[in-house]
């Protein structure tokens, strides 16, 4: 069973920095990818980046050049450095592990990012 634990969310203002750190545990040997997605109230999750077996990332447009994802040796901890944090960037944090064959994504239970203007 997989388990994602995420945290590190909480009120910031814009152009500050948060730093969110995930621990992912159980059969996460055959994952794909690990990384973060976000969601407003009231509108659809968004994937936000992701770090690969290989150590490739892949980041959202809105967040590229702000946003860096980090991985331990052990490929069982993320950390999502958010940093010149805007308002449009208010969410819950989920962090996700995916895998492609097959397509499946497991997310913890999120963090609370509020951002003001």
């Known amino acids: 069973q997989v388990r994602l634990v995420e945290s590190g969310g909480g009120l910031v203002q814009a152009g500050g920095s948060l730093r969110l750190p995930c621990a992912a545990s159980?059969?996460?040997?055959?994952?794909?990818?690990m990384g973060w997605d976000r969601q407003a109230p009231g509108k659809q999750g968004e994937l936000v980046e992701r770090i690969t077996d290989l150590a490739n990332t892949n980041y959202a447009d809105s967040v590229k050049g702000r946003f860096t994802i980090s991985r331990n040796n052990a490929k069982s901890k993320v950390y999502l450095q958010m940093n010149s944090l805007q308002h449009a960037d208010t969410a819950v944090y989920y962090c996700?592990?995916?895998?492609?064959?097959?397509?499946?994504?497991?997310w913890g239970q999120g963090t609370q990012v509020t951002v003001s203007p």
């Open positions: 996700a592990l995916t895998y492609s064959s097959p397509a499946h994504t497991y």
């Open positions: 159980g059969s996460i040997s055959r994952a794909a990818g």
